[in-house]
Every structure is written in C-alpha cells, then in structure tokens.
C-alpha cells in the first residue's frame, strides 16, 4: 500500500477495526504519545453506499422546503438592499424574506411536479466500511505497533 501524497513512501498496515472510531482512537492514542502521525492513514475497505430513507416527499413538502430556502435567500438579499436603503429598513428585509419565500414554494413546488413521481422520497446518503486499517510509513511501523500493543494492554487491563 502507498500514501496518495507520497507514492515512493511505502505504508505497511499496523492494525485493523471494525468501525471507525477505534481507528480514529487508536491514531490520537499514537498522537498523544507523540508519534509522527502525518505518517499515518486510517484506509476504509470493502466501502458501500448506504441511502437511508426519511420519509416521503410530496408536493407540498417540496414547497415547504422551497418555501424556507427562498425565505433564507430572501432575508440575505433584503439584507444587501436594507443596508443601502435609506427609509423603512425594515420593511425592505421583511418584504425580501416574503417575495424569497412565496418564490422558494411554487419553484420547490414545480421542481418536485417536474420529477413525474420518479424519485418521491428524501433520503441521506453515507459511505461506510467493513473495516478500518491504520497504516503508517514503514520506517515508523514498529514504533506504532509497539504504541497501539500498549493502548491494547491498557484497555484490557481496565
């Protein structure tokens, strides 16, 4: 295995786990004990695209979502004109948010018709691991392991 950054840098794998957060304890225990960590990768294999499904997206949700994005978009925009307003500041920002909002619902409304049912659901999406190795540069590999051999004698022993 090589680092991206350095391809004539051999890595050598010094430990595996099961999720990512060992991993991520095991290089700030090697951190902490003040080992060179810009020498040191935590790799995912086996990656895979999990698509959690929320819920399921209707037109009016669509717009509700529009609704809130053009009243954000609104409110910056009414900002930018409030600043170089010089009467009834106020009104110039409340009068952003409002035309952003109505804008923001019948767009998010027409973008989701548009659609055709095909995709009438909202989801979030995360790339997970079957397993998390720690590899560091070669010349360092023995130091690691010497390190993470403690912090695994430590955690066993507590």
């Known amino acids: 295995m090589t680092r991206p950054e350095n391809p004539a840098r051999p890595t050598?794998?010094?430990?595996?786990?099961p999720d990512y957060m060992s991993a991520q304890?095991?290089?700030?225990?090697?951190?902490?004990?003040?080992?060179p960590v810009e020498r040191a990768a935590i790799v995912g294999t086996d990656l895979?695209?999990?698509?959690?499904?929320?819920?399921?997206?209707?037109?009016?949700?669509?717009?509700?979502?529009?609704?809130?994005?053009?009243?954000?978009?609104?409110?910056f925009i009414g900002?930018?004109?409030?600043?170089?307003s010089e009467?009834?500041?106020?009104?110039?920002?409340?009068?952003?948010?409002?035309?952003?909002?109505?804008w923001g619902a019948v767009f998010g409304a027409i973008a989701h018709a548009m659609t055709g049912g095909r995709r009438d659901f909202t989801?979030?999406?995360?790339?997970?691991?079957?397993?998390?190795?720690?590899?560091?540069?070669a010349e360092h590999a023995e130091q690691a392991r010497q390190l993470l051999t403690r912090l695994n004698w430590q955690a066993a022993n507590t």
């Open 87 to 102: 009467s009834n500041w106020f009104g110039v920002i409340l009068t952003g948010v409002l035309v952003g909002a109505l």
């Open 25 to 35: 304890r095991a290089v700030d225990y090697l951190s902490d004990n003040e080992f």
């Open 12 to 17: 050598v794998t010094i430990a595996t786990y």
């Open 48 to 75: 895979r695209l999990v698509e959690n499904v929320l819920g399921r997206m209707t037109t009016g949700k669509a717009a509700l979502a529009g609704l809130a994005t053009g009243a954000w978009f609104g409110l």
């Open 79 to 84: 900002l930018l004109f409030g600043i170089f």
């Open 123 to 137: 989801s979030t999406s995360s790339l997970q691991a079957s397993q998390y190795a720690v590899a560091v540069d």
